[in-house]
């Protein structure tokens, strides 16, 4: 079977590509020994099945970096490359196909985001490209799938150029030579999008966007969220589920050991799907009711956060406080991950330059940035109390990430480097992509939260059934209850937090604690020990005694954080 | 025009335009910049700059590009004759 390799810069549309080209059955793949992951998929060329691969986005093909290095390796196993190559930005994008066009292996061009070369006044005379490169040229658009049958139509006829290889100077002033006869730009005139753009990276008026993104960012999260849990789910969950499970109760007996595991504790004819901590009760209504509408609404907004093109200007606009943390302004990417779920967010690190940045931005994520299944425990359970107490969570967070940076900054070796990024011009987001890309997330969540759910809470109960927490909760009383203010019982919850943060925040319901106990109880949670999905992210990104270096840091931070809580509040 | 109209990146204002003349960097540095479409020769204006050593947002070729403070000082333009 023949291979065939996407090649191109970063933010191109390749992936775009790639999912026009492949249809849906594709998988993700680690390259062996290494972290760059790459995703792998088939089509139809000619009536034969063939391999499409999409490889690491690259500038060139001198490998100073892993991707780099890997996207070369990659070159010597492929049959042909399609090089996606940035129609509106054509200078920059043919350094890495003159490079292409020098190996021995047929060369097609995609010129991607061709729509946008019209309405910014692009001209590119195709006929005259395709001459001068000796390869087919084809116009496409990822996103609405045009040009996509061309494209592979001119696949079989592509053959290696095989170019004599020349030096950088020399590709640079090939290129120069080539823009010259095939690009003509248009005057510019500038449109609405263009002044809103140079707007959101000049001081003033881009820290008014970005407060007004952030701000209506949240209340759309809280809105549809909020909206999905008290509209729709819990209604669903308390109208068709609360029946099956009195009844079920009624079968097993109204009590007992496989009674209280899957269905939990129950008082009377009433089941309170938080507490009651059966398998099938709070099991399914933590993840499903609770979770999942908030997972929900954040992905769908930082979907359209992202397709608008709008994080890459917060990272300008942050870049000045991130130096405070040892970071550039680009490390706030992972961070708004990181309120999704930890573990892209931790794998998101990998944008970053040097292995300082990457130990300071995932230790402070994993200490400081809450995830969404964590806050919408705290939604759920602190907030009613009072939206203070929430705000008391966020803003105590929020202190310790600065500091905790400025000191993490502080003590490692090293610097911290220079922010150099593309900003993308805004776009409008289509539809069918943020709903795609946030089934794809919302399907992760799903896959591997809910098993671990169920798992915890059985755990819990077996250990519960066994007695085993009492001797736990005398031991660790003196911390628990004399540096934390919560009561002995609540161990549990910090310990089983290593499985699932809501899982244990919801552990703590039945204990009736007082508003100021949950914000420490909240702190502590989301500052102590990672969960376990994001402890074994880190540990394949952080090495081991990184992991345990972060640890560290974790545990003893949230001790000390709480405690002070407790003293002061 | 000489020396007189050279600046760098950090020095000039929102909405000047020029040629970038020097980049005074080690290879890695000027490898990334060159990736980004940033050498000498080519013809930019500077977009914005934030505040306290913040980042210089220039463009080029219909691309806006982002430069760190300590990378945006040593980058030097040849200002055009108004």
Redesign the interface.
Known sequence: MKKILLVGNPNVGKSALFSRLTGVRTTVSNYTGTTISYTKGFMKVGGEKAEIIDVPGT??L?P?SEAERIALKMLDEGDIVINVVNA??L??SL?LTLQLLEKNIPVVIALNIWDDTKH?G?HIDLKKLRDLLGVPAIPTVALTGEGIKDLVESIPDALPKKNPQIT?DER?AEIGSIIEQVQH?DR?HHRLSEKL??AS???FS?AIIAAIVLVSSFFVIRFIGEGLINYVLDPLFNRLWAPVMIKLSDILGGGGVLHDILVGKIYGDEINFVESFGILSSGLYVPLVMVLPYIISFYFVLGILEDIGYL?RL???M??IM?WLGL??YAIIPTLLGLGCNVPAILATRILESNRERFIASTLVSIAVPCAALQAMVFGLVGKHGGQYVAMVYGTLFIVWVLMGIILNRFLKGFS???????P?YRLPLLRTVLQKMWMRIRGFLAEAIPIILGAIFVINVLYSLDAFNGIANLTAPIVTGVLGLPKEAVTSLILGFLRKDVALGMLAPLALAPKQLVIASVVLAMSFPCIATFVVLLKELGFSGLLKATGIMIFSALLVGGILNLIL | MGNNGLMSLTQMR?GQHGIVVDIQGGF?MT???????V?TGKKISK?????????V?IEL???????????AKRIFVEMDRL
């Open positions: 500038y060139t001198e100073t509106t930005n200078e920059r350094y910014r692009i950088r640079w730009i510019r753009q140079d990276v000049k001081p881009g890459p990272a300008v606009l870049d000045t130096h550039h302004g480097p220079e922010l150099l990024i593309e900003i011009p | 929102s890695g490898d990334r910049l060159n990736a980004l479409g050498r977009v914005s700059s934030m505040v306290g050593r913040g980042p947002t070729d219909r691309v806006q590009i982002a430069i760190g403070f300590n990378m």
